[in-house]
């Protein structure tokens, strides 16, 4: 088993990225995108992205180590910062570290119900739109949700708007066209959620991305939720109100299942 | 040497906190106060605190294996959630995981150059009064600091007020009274923050824990950091201009040595 030094930095401080790739029988769904994401959040952070050969590789193994080859499952990567002395500092030249875990991952089979969390996402943290290993907020948020009957948190930025889900991104149906929260808002750069908006105009839906208050959520026709392992995922309630149901949600998730 | 598994959620998640105490000839400084944090950070993330005495082994066993007993040394202890499966959710009963580690840890000796950081501190998340595994946002502030020729950088929250530094707490004096930042703002709830405040009545100062503006620093007769390990640090100046020097400094770090 691959084992972490206590003084890496991504234990240390989070101070690294991670990406979870769906795995279908082997195949690595949306790698490019995935990869694509990491190496641009590498440069964010200032660290030097991976070979991509060396990321896949490290997947496969990883798939192939729990014998999930043939099952629907998460390859997490997780790249850190590597081995840093005491504090902030990084090393004059860092060396991340790269390690690879797999999982079952069954799709879920029921809808979500989203509670709102108390704690807003900084949006104006670089650490909004990127996988960083920073997740606390995340994890409160979810267990808040759960605390309070729900079973997603839905987050909102410190303007008060619609940021995302604590590990999804969110749509929702608007006077038949479909919205999500633009990145500036403090979504995550969701590979699910950038395949929808490239998959929209061919399901026959114009698509908006936009600074949302909650309110529209009570208005809307649809909403739910995407991320790489999920795919789509229908929002039945949003603080315990129920939200309106709609044909395009399943016509989206067999576009995104695609 | 201690091993953390790519499980752990501290390192998949920032799911944990992490307490950095100052040893001086194998005395822990300020112990109880450190624990006592820690205690309340594991109450605030829904986590089992540690038996005190299990924390401060730990923190023992590093000084001696690091040959730090007769050094100044900085002690880190490291609390996670422990080993979870994929996703936020943590098992129904967690079982943190506990490290320390040690290093040298040369008091500084010269001043500081703050720089402001141009991520806000989130200050309505947990996290900023809490020292979690996420700190992601001021590994990025101290590098942002460090390319504009500061070594440390200052961090307003987001509504613009005084928050703190990266890896400290901000003092300074204002028409005769030492003045802070309020926990609500933003700070980290310092251990070295608390010694100063309850110092400063017998250093014949007067308190103020506020909300403040960064052109305050600019009016200040002195500025200063203070964590475990630095004591008290003066700042010699804010994005490049010099900020006023002053003996209430030197006083003040000579109380806090104590």
Not at 56 to 72: P, Q, S, T
Not at 156 to 184: Q, S
Not at 220 to 239: M, Y
Request: overall charge positive; aromatic content about 2%; hydrophobic content about 50%.
């Amino acid at each position: 088993m691959m084992i972490i030094p206590p003084d890496d930095r991504g234990f240390t401080l989070g101070d690294g990225l991670f990406e979870t790739v769906l795995a279908e029988g082997g195949r690595l769904r949306r790698l490019k995108a995935h990869l694509a994401r990491l190496t641009s959040g590498c440069a964010r952070l200032g660290l030097p992205a991976p070979a991509a050969e060396e990321a896949e590789a490290l997947m496969r193994e990883a798939l192939v180590g729990a014998r999930l080859e043939n099952a629907r499952a998460a390859v997490r990567l997780t790249l850190t910062a590597g081995s840093g002395g005491r504090g902030l500092d990084r090393p004059a030249v860092p060396t991340p570290r790269m390690v690879a875990t797999a999982a079952p991952a069954p799709r879920p089979t029921t809808p979500a119900r989203l509670v709102t969390a108390s704690i807003p996402r900084n949006e104006r943290s670089p650490a909004s739109g990127l996988k960083t290993l920073a997740y606390v907020d995340n994890v409160l948020a979810r267990r808040e949700a759960q605390a309070n009957g729900g079973d997603e948190a839905l987050m909102l930025n410190t303007r008060g708007e619609i940021a995302c889900a604590a590990a999804a991104n969110l749509f929702w149906m608007e006077d038949g066209e479909l919205v999500t929260p633009a990145l500036d808002c403090g979504a995550l750069a969701g590979t699910m959620r950038a395949a929808v908006i490239a998959a929209a105009p061919g399901a026959g839906l114009s698509i908006r991305e936009a600074a949302a208050r909650p309110e529209a959520l009570a208005r809307a026709e649809a909403v739910f939720l995407t991320n790489a392992l999920i795919g789509v995922r229908e929002v039945v309630s949003l603080d315990g109100r129920e939200l309106r149901a709609s044909p395009s949600v399943a016509r989206l998730a067999a576009v995104a299942a695609q």
